[in-house]
């Protein structure tokens, strides 16, 4: 079931004024009833996270690494996704701390001051950032899966072409989809799922066909304002957009910070996540990272559930808490850790480095 939140006259960063229709949806247990998990949504997807339509229901629902049976899970649509009625053609007046604002704004609606976890993936990752820099008591556990606090040059460049398909492009949301992929798979995935081989019947190379399905698909259920307001989304996370001082706030706090990162990962690389961690760790000793080794890069978080149920299970299964899991423990900036960071021989290291 869809609920509705109205929050009147929200003025964004950049000065706009405008009514904002928040939307979003609740599984598991009753709210107020048990510990309650924000999961945010990346670019094209929605509040719809379990059941069997859920874009995440391999991980979260009755039994899963995020178990219903002892978890509230809350989701909320950005607002102008295209989920529900509410648009946003204004795209360029928003950045992603202003959907971090809204969304502290929605729980302050329903009297939820705290979480046990905030986890997002992709974009959803970086709004998780940007709400737990603006308020870093806010939960318990902070997740961004192949995210970060902020977006590269890399990233924006790739947004940039984006945003070019969808303003020039005869068909916008169909051709930046296509473009898309290439950057959410690797030439690696695309080797080894196509080998080189063609469609007969269409007479083309079936790569070729795979990526006009996929603009297809996303044509057909994406409106070309929600794919705007998304891609200027990407683009624009950044929690030291006002200064330093909210990374400094973050990292002196006491959340838990699990940051899982794809090794293949071309949108929000490895080695930035792994510069994030290495940073954290100087200030905070609540900071760990889990590493999804696949050749599918970005994607890989919706792909190999079972890497990622293992790095999970620790923050939501409390008997897997319990069991002693072997970890790296670092004292200072040590050598260890610098190769760690740096991603010197990776391999050898754990799935969870520790910075305890």
Known sequence: MLYHIKLAKYTTISGVTQDIGLSYQLFGKKLYSAPIVLVNHA??????????????????????????????????????NGHDSFVIENYKDFVAGDIAHIFLSGLKELKIDRLFAIIGGSLGGGIAWEMTALNPKLTEHLIPVASDWKSTDWLIANCQIQEQFLVNSKQPVHDARMHAMLCYRTPESFKERFKRSTNEELQVFNVESWLLHHGDKLQERFQLSAYKLMNQLLKTIDITRDGEQNFTKLQNSDTNIHIIGVDSDMFFTAKENKDTFKQLTQANSNVTYGEVRSIHGHDAFLIAYDQMKKLLNRIFNQNESAKKVKTLKFGGTSSILEKAANGENYKSFPFCLNAK
Do not use: M, Q, R
């Open 43 to 80: 670019l094209t997807g929605n509040s719809n996270v379990t059941g069997e339509d859920g874009w995440w229901s391999s991980l979260i629902g009755k039994g899963k690494c995020i178990d219903t049976d002892a978890y509230t899970v809350l989701s909320f649509n950005i607002p102008g």
